[in-house]
């Protein structure tokens, strides 16, 4: 109880002592998150790969996993996109580049109750419109430091992506392909941490999440971590909020079917090639 109420203390501390930046009509914000994901090396079955072929395909995955994005809010509004970057003339990796299926831009509308992502999904531009995801936090009774900010732990129980980048490497040898198969169509319930600032009162963050008393500086689910870096409110230089308008228009619902239906066909034409990769004969 009295470490509940210090909590509640000290987030009207902190929502007192920051409450002349918000006083603003006009107030807006930039925050920028770095992306790390764990990424488990493809099995490539019977295939022999020398060192240095292990190591440009760790340093694919790794431009692939680690990433840097900028979120732009306001009041009600945001959009959450990569942060552009050239790529490099040794990045290579073709078979890789396709699978990337990371967001053009996400655009949160807290007061309609809308996300609209624009994503590319192996050529084709999709427009994916939606209610914004709501997770149920528990606010628990934890805070810590992250930059100049004091930041409140919140947890939350949702469904992992069943749209992630397959296993390169199929079944292996000795397994049932149609137990894996079940076995990943399976929904998959993961914890969310977030941890968030009153400091800064905005219910956004970075990608889906959002919803908390304060901007979300830290979330980790199952092996992605997300950290803010940077914070400028009120920037001279306004990053202006545009709502993505390209591609065809898909629900989330179906765009995770279309995805779904891609990588099987992947699996299939994988499962086909056999152990010598040369196809049927």
Known sequence: MKSQFFRMFLVCLCTAFSAHVFAQADFHGQAVYESKTTAEM????DRQMSEEQ?????????SMYEK????SFNRSESIYKEEEKLESPTSGGRGFRGLDMSAGAKYKNIKTNE???DQEFYGKQFLIKDSLPKLVWKMENESKQIGQYTAFKATAVKLASQTGLPSFGGPRRGEDSKEN??????????????????????NQGPGDFWGLPGLILEVSTDKTTILCSKIVLNPKEKDEIKVPKKGKEVTQAEYDQIVKKKLEEMREMRGNRGPGGGGRR
């Open 42 to 45: 493809p099995d490539f079955g």
């Open 54 to 62: 292990k190591k440009r395909i760790q340093e694919r995955l790794k």
């Open 68 to 71: 840097t994005y900028i979120l």
């Open 115 to 117: 996300v609209i992502v």
């Open 181 to 202: 198969k079940e076995e990943d169509n399976k929904p998959k319930e993961v914890i969310v941490t977030a941890w968030y600032t009153p400091q800064i009162p905005v």
